[in-house]
């Protein structure tokens, strides 16, 4: 049994900052991928970063040179930096990880945290 969490999200003015955790917690032997996912209010959700087991990182080109992605795999957790925020980054943030646990080493399974609220303000 695996679970992420996800923190740090809250009310914050434009241009202002945030950053997220997500730890994931129980029978864990091995992460694999960590992402993070945002979705607005009546839309779609979306990738806004993920990084792999060794570091290697993506971004949506909305956030690019905004939002840093970045994991400490001691703690088996992945962070969020968020600046410079803009209203359009107003979304439900959530966790994604491939994780392996003791039970069934090397089967990757794919969760999902319940997600933190990030709201934006002008």
């Known amino acids: 049994q695996v679970q992420l969490v996800e923190s740090g999200g809250g009310l914050v003015q434009a241009g202002g900052s945030l950053r997220l955790s997500c730890a994931a917690s129980g029978s864990i032997f091995s992460i694999n991928s960590m992402a993070w996912y945002r979705q607005p209010a009546g839309k779609q959700r979306e990738l806004v970063a993920a990084i792999t087991s060794g570091g290697i990182t993506n971004y949506a080109d909305s956030v690019k040179g905004r939002f840093i992605i970045s994991r400490d795999n001691a703690k088996n957790t992945v962070y969020l930096q968020i600046n410079s925020l803009k209203p359009e980054d107003t979304a439900v943030y959530y966790c994604?990880?491939?994780?392996?646990?003791?039970?069934?080493?090397?089967?990757?399974?794919?969760?999902w945290g319940q997600g933190t609220q990030v709201t934006v303000s002008s």
């Open positions: 994604n990880a491939d994780v392996s646990s003791f039970q069934r080493k090397g089967w990757y399974v794919n969760y």
